[in-house]
């Protein structure tokens, strides 16, 4: 069976401060794809990064970066400097390899608040 | 092409009403997915379709749901005699073949009193 989790709940911080989102997947098959999502208030989930099972090569994108660790089946996501803007859900998702419809799995989301 | 677009917003209704929602993905994308979304937890998966046909359905979906995608184009889903654990966003994906990126929509959020 497949399954994310992200033990964070609710995370809280002040404007500035550096903030990691952590994500823990489960999955046998060998290929697989891993992404984060953000839903501001509005609802929409906005698409931050994918991540392929054969590619541990950790990424940065301005702020944001991940750490993806196959050994330890975690995907996390760290706001550098964080600003109020960043105040969302973030969802971990997961999804299987070849024959796998494309559904994705998610985690049940973190909501970050960050304060000014 | 401005997105996944979904219809209506949101929707009220008195349980056991049937409410009927619309999701038009971007054009040239074949695969349509349908989540719902409860208060606190991430999206569930609902069903999925690849043009018109309708492939996959999750243990969530009971009988009182179906969703159709009748020229592979938009998609409808329908939800008969409403219950109050129906209450949810339900949110619409789409992608296209190969590609591995997922446009969502911005969901239709039911509530049932």
């Known amino acids: 069976a497949q399954k994310v989790t992200q033990a964070q709940t609710e995370i809280s911080v002040v404007e500035k401060e550096d903030v990691t989102l952590d994500c823990v997947y489960e999955?046998?098959?060998?290929?697989?794809?891993l992404f984060w999502y953000k839903q501001p208030p509005s609802g929409e989930l906005v698409f931050l990064i994918r991540?392929?099972?054969?590619?541990?090569q950790n990424e940065i994108s301005g702020r944001y970066s991940w750490n993806f660790q196959k050994s330890t089946s975690s995907f996390n996501f760290t706001i550098t400097a964080s600003q109020v803007v960043d105040s969302a859900v973030y969802f971990c998702?997961?999804?299987?390899?070849?024959?796998?419809?494309?559904?994705?799995?998610f985690g049940q989301g973190t909501t970050l608040q960050v304060k000014p | 092409d401005t997105g996944v677009s979904q219809d209506p917003r949101h929707k009220i209704t008195k349980r056991g009403q049937n409410v009927t929602f619309r999701c038009d993905p971007i054009s040239e994308h074949n695969r349509l997915y349908w989540y719902r979304q409860t208060l606190g937890q991430g999206p569930e998966f609902l069903t999925y379709?690849?043009?018109?046909?309708?492939?996959?359905k999750s243990r969530l979906l009971s009988d009182r749901f179906s969703a159709e995608r009748p020229k592979g184009s938009f998609s409808t889903l329908e939800i008969q005699r409403t219950e109050q654990g129906d209450s949810a966003m339900y949110l619409c994906a789409s992608r296209t073949a190969g590609e591995h990126g997922y446009t969502f929509g911005s969901g239709t959020r039911l509530t049932v009193v």
């Open positions: 998702a997961l999804r299987g390899g070849s024959g796998n419809t494309g559904k994705l799995i």
């Open positions: 999955t046998r098959d060998t290929t697989y794809y």
């Open positions: 379709f690849q043009n018109e046909a309708q492939l996959e």
């Open positions: 991540r392929n099972s054969f590619d541990e």
